[in-house]
């Protein structure tokens, strides 16, 4: 799309026609660098074998639906079981993007630029897979739109009153807000890769960045949006995970039925999503050589908000149980001393080890700037925070009100290639991302070096 | 008229370069940057962008809607639930805020769009690639008998090179 | 108008559906083609209801068979039938599976070289058995289950008509020492009559009469009378049962002895004793008796016996106080080789006491034939000596209900030509050369008597599904197809006509017989009295064959009865009513004996006989002696599609290692041998429907004291609902709530449960409020746990009113059977420990000397403020104006919140299509066509019978009036024995279930503390306590 060259002096034409390599700032050729090269081997075999993954759990998903719910290990009264914790650990892992993008760009948080756009994208791709369970939970799928407010003649709407209505109204928004977020802070690194590629790649980002050109009063609107969508996305981001825990909160299970769990959620949304962005994009930022973009500083500050979330996650554990104890009733009572001492003694303390104890380790500095440390801590929390979704759903369950019906859960073998599908839907959603997209935000980076180079330059420009 | 595009390195010239061209009463000027810059911004127009209004109207819309659409359904036909009156305002304000955010949401980028005169087909011919790498460029229609004059003005603002785009 | 318009439609739907339907009818083969001339009884959508007789067990009660558009849909009882006034026990709900049962044999089978059968015409089988017959002639014998007295008659006539060796009657659990010691008493040889509905102290030396007894039904109903808490004050009725196991019926006393198995006879003649000494009794008894029973004193007794003195003392004080007491005799499980001295003994307690001639009848012998065990075993060596040639089998499975010891199996194959009659296949059947199937009482005529003055009719209700004929009918073929002075000698005509002849001929309107189901009478009984010889009894403690520490108790399943209802699905899934253990066996140890042996709950043991071994799982319980191991008898069948885990052994058959021995006076013995055990180091997870007996504090199941009767005023409390006082109370007498408790989970829960109560935790309401303000209908039921006895017929029911599918024993496993209604048992108040055993269900303590057992039903509450109701998104779920909590099943999308919840959790989940594999054909026929069945993935509940609601409703319309009180009821609360379930509007200030709930003191509602104001109101258990001296 470059200019025609002036008939007066070639001179011209041959100084404004665009040159990738030479004259291209850094920052452009290390991001395009990331995504525009032919995937490398490593890159495919990862892709083949979560499409392999994927296959698997799909395959078992269909069986399900043609022979019944009965292959998952649902047993009386359990009637929510594996699906669900799913569910509620990938909404939990979708917060950290919107977190991450919107309320740090509120706080001015600049050392956020470097993971934000990955962070964004992980954000969607969770909602995705985590969107997926609720398909897979119902008994019969191939009615679940009835959980829509469709006109139909004969006056059937919905029940506003049902938490599972707000989950799904929460839900739906927050994807379409986070894609919204993601697309708006794409657009000039789209018009970016569109100025850089040909081919396929050209037509793509062509069609996709709007004939985005940074004109002064696109940026303008850009900035001001960018800002609204954050001060929408945050009370957002603290909603759904609110609504998610009101599915539990507004029943009268002993165990659900506390006031704490709003912000308990939300607390531990924020953490298990920090974890699984550490967890994702330490390998990515040693596979792709991004080190001096992402660097240990971005780490060691999520690793701060790691702390600080834990403390809360643990606060909350602290004090379900004493509530518990205060309320005086027997069934709340007996509910949690058998989540701690009952059948599900194990999930327990591997949620309270791994989410309360661990990240303690983030104390000192040492371990906040390890990577293999931060590593190793960030897996076991998105363990912990799996089986922290599994304790407070099964175990509460399990005992409830009338002991003639307390059960016993077991996962089953077609539950468990279901979960380890939806990990492969996500890893290939991003593995995807990766050499589709730049996985840093361009121009935000850029904005901070041409700031700091300018000042100098400034500076002489004044004295002139 | 032909169209003079000066290439910068730092947004203050390009600011310092605004301003002067504005003064000089080129009004019919744009500039290309890689990244958002608030003095560059003020110098092309330091009115505040109007992408609020369509936020603001989106949000109003969304809350009215969210009771709107609960309380009609609820009372189209009505059933007890659970010993619950027909039409409970707690719990409809859950999808009532929702729908604030979402419409919200959807009007800001409507607004995004609206505003930056987007999408465009083809790109001005004054726009180049290296603008979207880490070069400045500002582009103004200057008559045939001005074209030195502003040329001048550029470099002496640090202006690296100022290419000429016939109309 | 749309709705019109709707309505239109579905009226149009509605008849064309219906005439198709009608179509199916009471042929088999499916035509979809409308009646061309209708029958005029037949109304389609509307059912007809015949008067017939249930002959699944001795007590014979009446039936009315609901059919619609000509197929049997549900069993009910006959309200004017004297014996079952309307209820039915879950055997006799269930037995309508033996008509549709998918595996019954097509037509005539004979077994071919390759040893299969396979089937033959009617002609040809006829023909052949008459060939044989001529062959065998004398050496023909019969060998099968009691018949109507008419049925009998006949086939005495056959047997003499061709010749035949005789007939042999053959009953497992047959009272036959109890009809010995009543001839040796009384000089009458008949199963004497016993009435509780007039008693005021009655002893059960383990009859068992709620569960297996000789009319638990009737005797049910009887009980309740007698203890009616609404007539508390005036008649307060105990209940002591005898026996080394809490049976159910024992889960019902007020008062347990664990005699020592066998010595009940020297407990009743030291509780004579007493009774005489202490001025009880007759003078008769007094002169009579005293010295005899002197060498019977409390002391010497109670050596023997393991019951104290001071009990026995005090309960033949009470005894000789009582102005109407009744003393039961053992039943099979206690029968030992003494068991007609035995029952003696407690037939002369009643004699003392003066209740014979009272409670207790001894009617005349009728002279039919009666079951002999003694006969049994003659006829058995017979067949080994290769005296029988021809061996006729029906209505009996001897193959699996006599003991290998008895060499039945043997014998059997001395026998050249086994004919079976059985309609499906049994382990008897399976020895058979040929198979000539009978009807089932469903599609056959009959009669029965089970006591004078009782004569019922059974009719065909539908025509038969498969090509069987009636035993009678078969046995007469057969005798004309002999030809000559044979067919000369037998009766012209069917057995209808025969059946009918003999009824007119007694002087009996037939058609009126019939549609009242029978004659009923009462027949003044002539006085008895006391053979001098009777004193000859000799009572002493009978001996156990074998060695071992434990006496091994062989105890008739209460369902499952002698095992022939082991392949209805609907017995094997509710369950046992005690254990609550389905589709399997298992063996009751005393906790002390499961330490012993180093077991527990699920340890499968190996119990060694001197007749063999069997390895079974154990189920430790507080109601067992420690010198006693108790498996029922029923299960461990090889054949039957829902008896036998698909062709292998379903749980253990005790009967396999009991020795083959009789009583006295040749009746059989089951008592008779001791056990050694050992663990083996198995475990089998049970199947089980419930988790937990320990009801934790919770309010599910409540007891009131007798003192909250007599102390006045029931306390004072600010709710409206008397609930809480009763919970108050209830929690009070449980247990002193100790401050130190507190720091352990739940002690401090029992405080808050006994405060709280007194406190505003329960908000106070008014059920009947909770429907349409303009709504006339207020649905509620009452359910009195004082009057339930957990004997499971309203689960029965409600499976089979409401097409509830069974699911089989892995999906009960993980706990999803479908019942929408189940018993739940509670041991007491229950700990408040926070610790449980998560695979174990039992409570150490299961009642003690004075057991506190509350069987309590649990269905949908149809709350005011339902928990279910909010929390599904897509209003699959909602209150209706009549105050129903309603399921809109294809409204359903299975999110299965409601479930969760549900703090009563009664809502149950479609995991599979249960309605495709839970009715093999042609089970589908006996659906009931009023209810959905529901499909994969959709939650469903109880509905409190919304479809007979609906039906009452159509009639009341169109007499223009509102229904009334007692017009409408569900399956559970038709089918009690007890009334302990009633269903009626709350807003008809005249109707039971409000005067009822209105109990000041008993009246509670489940979980109450939670406000959701549940349309159900319990009653609370009344604990009398021990008998007082």
Redesign the interface.
């Known amino acids: 799309m470059t200019p025609p060259p002036p008939p007066s002096s070639g001179s011209v034409a041959a100084m404004i026609r665009p040159t990738p390599q030479l004259g291209d700032s850094q920052i452009n050729r290390d991001v395009m660098s990331v995504f525009m090269e032919r995937p490398g081997l490593g890159w495919l075999l990862l892709l083949g074998l979560c499409l392999a993954g994927l296959g698997a759990g799909a395959v078992t998903w269909i069986y399900q639906i043609y022979k019944g719910l009965g292959i998952a290990g649902y047993a009386h009264p359990i009637f929510w079981g594996a699906y669900i914790v799913t569910f509620v650990f990938w909404v939990g892992i979708a917060h950290a993007g919107t977190l991450i993008s919107a309320i740090l760009y509120l706080f001015r948080a600049k050392w956020r630029n470097a993971i934000n756009r990955s962070a964004e994208a992980m954000t969607i791709f969770a909602v995705f897979t985590a969107q997926l369970f609720l398909g897979i939970h119902v008994g019969r799928i191939w009615k679940a739109y009835f959980i829509l407010p469709y006109p139909n003649q004969r006056a059937l709407w919905v029940n506003f009153k049902s938490p599972l209505l707000w989950d799904t109204f929460a839900i739906s928004t927050y994807t379409l807000i986070s894609i919204i977020f993601f697309y708006v802070g794409l657009l000039p690194d789209l018009a970016i890769a569109r100025d850089r590629s040909t081919g396929w790649r050209k037509v793509l980002y062509g069609a996709l960045s709007l004939g985005w050109q940074g004109t002064a009063r696109q940026w303008k609107s850009h900035t001001r949006t960018t800002l609204h969508l954050s001060g929408l996305a945050t009370p957002l981001v603290l909603s759904v995970h609110s609504v998610v825990s009101w599915d539990f909160a507004m029943s009268i299970v002993p165990g659900w039925h506390a006031t704490i769990f709003a912000p308990y959620f939300v607390a531990g949304a924020i953490f298990s999503g920090f974890a699984m962005v550490l967890t994702v994009m330490i390998p990515v930022r040693r596979i792709f050589g991004l080190e001096h973009i992402i660097t240990n500083y971005h780490f060691e500050n999520m690793c701060r908000f790691l702390l600080l979330t834990s403390l809360i996650v643990g606060y909350a554990y602290g004090i379900e149980y004493f509530i518990a104890w205060y309320s005086g009733v027997e069934a709340e009572r007996t509910s949690f001393w058998l989540r701690a001492f009952g059948p599900y003694w194990i999930s327990t303390w591997t949620m309270i080890i791994c989410n309360g104890v661990v990240p303690q380790i983030f104390w000192f500095k040492w371990a906040r700037t390890h990577i293999p440390t931060i590593f190793v801590v960030s897996t076991l929390i998105n363990i912990g925070m799996w089986f922290e979704r599994y304790v407070i759903i099964i175990t509460s369950l399990s005992r409830e009100y009338v002991p003639a019906v307390w059960g016993h859960y077991m996962v089953s073998i077609p539950e468990l290639l279901i979960v380890i599908g939806s990990f492969c839907f996500f890893s290939t959603l991003f593995l995807v991302f990766l050499k589709l997209f730049p996985v840093i935000p361009i121009s935000e980076v850029k904005e901070l070096e041409i700031h700091a180079r300018s000042h100098a330059h400034g500076a002489h420009s004044e004295a002139h | 008229m032909p169209t003079l ?1 000066g290439v910068f ?5 390009v600011a ?1 370069t605004v301003k002067r061209l504005k003064g000089r009463g080129f009004a019919k000027l ?8 608030e003095e ?2 003020q ?3 330091p009115k ?5 209004l369509f ?1 603001l109207i989106g ?1 109003l819309l969304g809350v009215a809607t969210g009771y709107a ?2 309380i009609w ?2 009372l ?2 009505p ?6 009156p027909f039409a ?1 305002i707690p ?2 304000t ?2 009532a ?3 604030t ?2 419409f ?3 009007f ?2 409507l ?3 609206a ?21 400045f460029g500002v582009a103004v229609e200057v008559p045939e008998r001005d074209v030195a004059e502003v040329d001048g003005l550029m470099r002496a ?2 202006a690296k ?1 100022v ?4 109309a | 108008m749309p709705e019109l318009d709707r309505r239109e439609f579905l009226k149009v739907v509605g008849a064309s559906a219906g005439a198709a339907a009608t179509a199916a009818c009471s042929d088999p083969v499916d035509k979809l083609i409308p009646y061309l001339i209708q029958p005029e009884e037949i109304t389609p959508g509307i059912p007809v209801f015949y008067a017939s007789t249930c002959l699944e067990c001795s007590a014979g009660c009446g039936l009315h068979v609901k059919t619609r558009e000509g197929r049997p849909i549900k069993l009910e009882g006959n309200p004017d039938h004297p014996v079952n006034r309307g209820a039915l026990c879950a055997l006799g709900q269930a037995s309508i599976g033996r008509t549709y049962h998918p595996d019954r044999f097509p037509g005539p089978m004979r077994r071919g070289p390759d040893g299969r059968l396979a089937p033959i015409s009617w002609d040809e089988a006829i023909a052949l058995l008459a060939a044989e017959l001529k062959k065998a002639g004398n050496r023909t014998w019969m060998l099968g289950g009691e018949t109507g007295p008419t049925a009998s008659a006949l086939i005495d006539r056959w047997i003499e008509a061709v010749g035949a060796g005789g007939r042999v009657v053959y009953e497992p659990f047959a009272p036959e020492a109890l009809v010995s010691a009543s001839r040796t008493l009384f000089g009458v040889a008949s199963e004497p009559v016993f009435d509780l509905s007039g008693a005021d102290l009655v002893i059960d030396f383990g009859s068992d009469f709620l569960e297996s007894g000789l009319s638990p039904t009737e005797h049910a109903r009887q009980l309740a009378a007698a203890r009616d808490a609404g007539a508390e004050q005036g008649r307060r009725m105990r209940l002591v049962y005898v026996g080394p196991r809490l049976s159910l019926t024992g889960s019902n006393a007020d008062e347990w002895l664990a005699a020592k198995p066998g010595t009940e006879g020297l407990l009743a003649l030291a509780l004579a004793q007493v009774a005489l000494a202490e001025g009880g009794g007759t003078e008769a008894a007094r002169a009579a008796l005293s010295g005899a029973l002197a060498r019977y004193d409390a002391a010497s007794v109670a050596a023997i016996t393991g019951v104290s003195a001071e009990t026995i003392t005090r309960i033949g004080r009470a005894l000789a106080r009582a102005k109407a007491p009744v003393a039961l005799p053992p039943g099979a499980a206690l029968a030992s080789r003494r068991a007609t001295a035995t029952c003696g003994a407690v037939l002369l307690l009643d004699w003392a006491l003066g209740a014979v001639g009272k409670s207790v009848k001894c009617p005349p012998d009728d002279g039919r034939r009666r079951p002999s065990y003694r006969e049994t075993l003659a006829l058995v060596d017979q067949m080994k000596t290769g005296k029988v040639g021809v061996l006729l089998i029906h209505g009996a499975n001897p193959v699996y209900s006599l003991p290998p010891a008895a060499g039945f199996v043997e014998a059997l194959a001395q026998v050249p030509f086994v004919v079976s009659f059985a309609s499906t296949p049994d382990e008897t059947s399976a020895h058979a050369h040929l198979v000539l199937p009978d009807l089932t009482p469903l599609e056959s005529w009959g009669d029965a008597s089970p006591r004078p003055g009782v004569r019922s009719l059974v009719q065909p209700t539908v025509r038969p599904l498969r090509d069987g004929r009636a035993l009678v009918d078969t046995l007469l073929d057969a005798g004309r197809a002999m030809g000559g002075e044979v067919a000369a000698r037998l009766p012209e005509g069917s057995f209808r006509n025969l059946l009918e002849q003999a009824w007119r001929d007694s002087g009996v309107d037939f058609v009126q017989a019939l549609a009242r189901g029978g004659v009923f009478e009462e027949v003044r009984h002539a006085s008895v009295s006391l053979a001098t010889d009777s004193l000859q009894l000799e009572v002493v403690e009978p001996l156990l064959e074998g060695e071992g520490e434990w006496a091994l108790l062989a105890f008739p399943s209460p369902l499952l009865h002698d095992g022939r209802g082991a392949d209805l699905p609907w017995l094997q899934e509710i369950g046992d009513p005690v254990t609550k253990i389905t589709w399997s066996s298992w063996a009751e140890i005393s906790p002390r004996t499961a330490e012993k042996l180093g077991v527990s709950y699920g340890d499968v043991i190996a119990v060694e006989t001197v007749a063999g071994a069997l390895e079974v799982p154990v189920f430790p319980r507080g109601g067992v002696r420690d010198d006693v191991i108790a498996i029922a008898v029923g299960q461990g069948h090889t054949v039957g599609r829902w008896a036998s885990r698909s062709g292998e052994r379903r749980g253990v058959n005790v009967i396999e290692v009991l020795p083959s021995l009789t009583d006295e006076s040749g009746g059989r013995a089951w008592l008779v041998a001791k056990a050694r055990a050992r663990k083996t180091g198995g475990f089998f997870r049970f199947a089980i429907a419930q988790q937990s007996q320990d009801q934790r504090g919770r309010r599910l199941g409540l007891a009131v004291p007798l003192a909250a009767f007599t102390g006045g005023a029931p306390p004072a409390t600010e709710n409206g609902w008397a609930g809480a006082t009763g919970a108050a109370i209830a929690g009070g007498a449980a247990r002193p709530h100790g401050g130190e408790q507190h720091d352990e989970p739940g002690a401090a829960a029992a405080e808050g449960h006994g405060e709280a109560h007194a406190h505003s935790v329960i908000k106070p309401f008014d059920p009947a409020k909770d429907s349409a303000p303009e709504s006339a209908y207020r649905w509620g039921m009452t359910i009195d746990v004082d009057r339930c006895t957990g004997c499971s017929a309203c689960v029965a029911a409600c499976y089979i009113e409401n097409n509830v599918p069974v699911v089989g024993e892995e999906q009960v496993r993980s706990g999803r059977h479908m019942a929408w209604l189940r018993i739940e048992r509670w041991i007491g108040d229950g700990s408040l420990e926070g610790g449980e055993h998560p695979w174990n269900p039992v409570v150490p303590d299961d009642g003690g000397p004075a057991p506190d057992v509350r069987h309590v039903p649990q269905l949908c509450q149809h709350c005011g403020a339902a928990p279910c109701e909010p929390v599904c998104p897509v209003i699959a779920t909602y209150h209706s104006d009549e105050g129903l909590n309603g399921m809109i099943y294809n409204r359903c999308i299975g999110t299965r919140y409601c479930s969760n919840n549900c703090p009563y959790k009664v809502r149950r989940f479609n995991w599979y299509d249960f309605h495709v594999e839970g009715w093999p054909e042609p089970m589908p026929l006996m659906l009931n066509p009023d209810v959905t069945v529901r499909g994969q993935g959709v939650m469903e509940k109880c509905t409190f019978c919304v479809q007979r609601v609906a039906a009452a409703r159509q009639t009341a319309k169109d007499e223009g009036r509102p229904i009334a009180d007692g017009e409408v009821t569900t399956a559970c609360a038709q089918a009690c024995p007890t009334e302990a379930i009633r269903f009626g509007n709350l807003r008809d200030p005249e109707s039971a279930v409000v005067k009822k709930s209105a109990d000041p003191v008993r009246s509670y509602h489940a979980l109450h503390e939670l406000n959701t104001r549940p349309a159900i109101t319990y009653l609370a258990q009344v604990k009398r306590g021990p008998v007082e001296g």
């Open positions: 595009v390195d730092s947004p203050l010239d310092e744009e500039v290309y940057s890689p990244a958002p810059f560059v911004e110098a092309v127009d505040p962008s109007r992408v609020r936020t949000g659409m609960t359904m609820s189209d036909w059933i007890v639930i659970g010993g619950k409970a719990p409809y859950v999808i805020f929702e729908l955010i979402l919200g949401g959807i800001t980028l607004g995004l769009l505003v930056g005169r987007l999408p465009t087909l083809r790109l001005d011919p004054a726009y180049s690639a290296r603008f979207s790498g880490d070069e603002h640090h090179e290419n000429l785009v016939p």
